[in-house]
């Protein structure tokens, strides 16, 4: 989430939903997602809603946030009132690890108490490998947690210490051990590419390591100068080069290829799982439009076409709830043209692609050239035993997929 609150309407203070935003809640997947907004360190390339000790002082505490959490879970369930039970959750940050076990615990009892877990849930926590433990992960584990991502970055000393990260090289692929010992058959590790002074070789040490540590799931993203970081600044005096285009698409293409020959598949641009299991169901339902409640300072929900963000600061948003008022700071109430565009945008996104019955006529033409110039894939355009066509990225298309967006939306 960015660290600048978008603008939109004001928001209730009891934070009710228009009617038909709450029609057909339970016929989508639902997921909760918990924002810790606690970080010991800032990393440089940062732009989440995070604060560290020496930022917050005695504004806001763990203990002060958790109370907001259990208020705000609380309202959610007064407002959606006969919610379908958690299919998801997903605990995020900032740094959940910081919390411990016992906190983390806490917090999925808060979300159980409020709406309950669906069978088979997928239940992920984020985690700093620095603040783990083979006793942290036995501990998350029985508080019920089935997925764990690991933030990794990379296993270059100097790229770690451009980023601005803490833990030393080899930490996340022995947290992702510990892990796995601990019971959980889902880990992720988190990759950061095109950092400046990254080299080919660089990148596919990590990508070794990474495959090494035995993980059935592997994100990694493109490292993005972002607006008013510290890493912004270093490239702004000349002290860094900002990241290189053609380098960031030769380097994705390493990680696509060796991830492929590792049996690791994409299903999403960034994302690549061992099986359709290993697939990160959370963040599916935020690609295909699913409803979820983001619980925390500056966390984001939709549900129904409605989006909402919350007050971004840990101590007005707990002071709020204590207030018996909705954290929430706007909300936008999502046109019929705005949720074809966000759908074109997510749902291309994925291996399975986007119908493409989804676009206008000019869209559909659009489609077909992109197809024509290697973009989109050809067969799956076209029908096939009756079946709609759907517009799916080739591995060119991946590394044009904005553009491709923009193209099929006019």
């Not at 010991?40 to 203990?63: I, V």
């Not at 906190?103 to 999925?108: E, K, M, N, P, Q």
């Not at 030769?250 to 799982?273: F, H, K, P, Q």
Request: charged residues 20%.
């Amino acid at each position: 989430m960015a660290s600048v609150l978008p603008t939109g309407e004001p928001a209730p203070a009891d934070g009710s939903l228009p009617p038909e935003a709450l029609r057909g809640l339970g016929s989508r997947p639902f997921g909760v997602y918990v924002h810790v907004p606690f970080c010991a360190t800032r990393c440089g390339y940062c732009d989440f809603n995070t604060y560290t000790p020496g930022e917050l002082g005695s504004a806001a505490s763990p203990a002060s946030w958790l109370d907001g959490l259990r208020a705000e879970l609380g309202l959610a369930a007064r407002v959606l009132g006969q919610a379908p039970p958690a299919d998801t959750v997903f605990v995020g940050g900032g740094t959940p690890s910081l919390l411990g076990a016992g906190g983390l615990a806490d917090v999925l009892d808060a979300v159980r108490d409020a709406f309950g877990l669906a069978g088979g849930a997928e239940v992920t926590t984020e985690a700093n490998p620095e603040s783990t433990s083979p006793e942290f992960f036995a501990g998350i584990r029985a508080a019920g947690y089935t997925r764990v991502s690991l933030g990794m970055q990379s296993a270059a000393p100097h790229v770690l210490a451009t980023l601005d990260r803490r833990h030393t090289p080899g930490r996340p692929v022995a947290a992702a051990g510990e892990a796995r010992a601990a019971g959980f058959e889902h880990v992720n590790l988190d990759l950061i590419y095109g950092t400046p002074g990254e080299t080919d070789d660089d990148l596919r040490a990590s990508l070794d390591a990474a495959l090494n540590a035995g993980v059935d799931h592997v994100s990694a993203y493109s490292l993005i100068v972002e607006d008013g970081t510290a890493l912004a600044r270093r490239v702004a005096r000349g002290e860094l080069p900002a990241p290189d285009d053609d380098v960031l698409a030769d380097r994705y293409e390493i990680i696509d290829t060796t991830l492929t020959a590792a049996g690791l598949t994409w299903y999403e641009v960034s994302n690549w799982a061992a099986s359709p299991g290993a697939r990160c169901r959370h963040n599916l339902g935020y690609w295909l439009g699913a409803d979820w409640w983001g619980a925390g300072p500056g966390a984001h929900s939709h549900v129904g076409g409605v989006r909402w963000w919350n007050l971004k600061h840990p101590a007005r948003y707990a002071a709020t709830l204590a207030e018996g008022r909705s954290p929430a700071a706007a909300r936008e109430v999502l046109s019929a043209d705005d949720r074809r565009l966000e759908r074109v945008l997510l749902e291309l996104r994925l291996a399975d692609g986007l119908p493409v019955e989804v676009l206008d006529a000019g869209g559909r033409r659009e489609a077909r050239t992109a197809a024509a110039e290697g973009l989109l894939d050809p067969v799956a355009l076209g029908s096939t035993n009756g079946a709609p066509g759907r517009c799916v990225l080739t591995a060119r298309g991946r590394l044009l997929a904005d553009a491709v967006v923009r193209r099929l939306v006019g």
